[in-house]
Nanobody
């Protein structure tokens, strides 16, 4: 059983910072692509930032470039999202997602965390 658990969301004023964490646990063989997504009310879920499979390349949504930084600690199986200069339009539920292989599923499946609310007040 694989779980992704996010933490670090909350309420912050515009211009402030937050750091999200996503910890993976379970009988994990390998963690492949990982990323952060967000969904604002009435909008579709969108990719915010991600590592491609292999973990060497990152990509960011244009709206967060220069403000958000994605990182990972492989030893801790944890993904991070440092969010600086937050804006009201960053308000959304943020989800962690990862393609993970297990001993019972070596080809891997995509898993999602439960989401963490980020609210930026203007």
């Amino acid at each position: 059983q694989v779980q992704l658990v996010e933490s670090g969301g909350g309420l912050v004023q515009a211009g402030g910072s937050l750091r999200l964490s996503c910890a993976a646990s379970g009988s994990i063989l390998a963690i492949n692509a990982m990323g952060w997504y967000r969904q604002a009310p009435g909008k579709q879920r969108e990719l915010v930032a991600g590592f491609t499979s292999g973990g060497r390349t990152t990509n960011y949504a244009d709206s967060v470039k220069g403000r958000f930084t994605i990182s990972r600690d492989n030893a801790k199986r944890t993904l991070y999202l440092q969010m600086n200069s937050l804006k009201a339009e960053d308000t959304a539920v943020y989800y962690c997602s990862s393609s993970i292989s297990t001993w019972g599923d070596p080809r891997g499946s995509v898993y999602w965390g439960q989401g963490t609310q980020v609210t930026v007040s203007s």
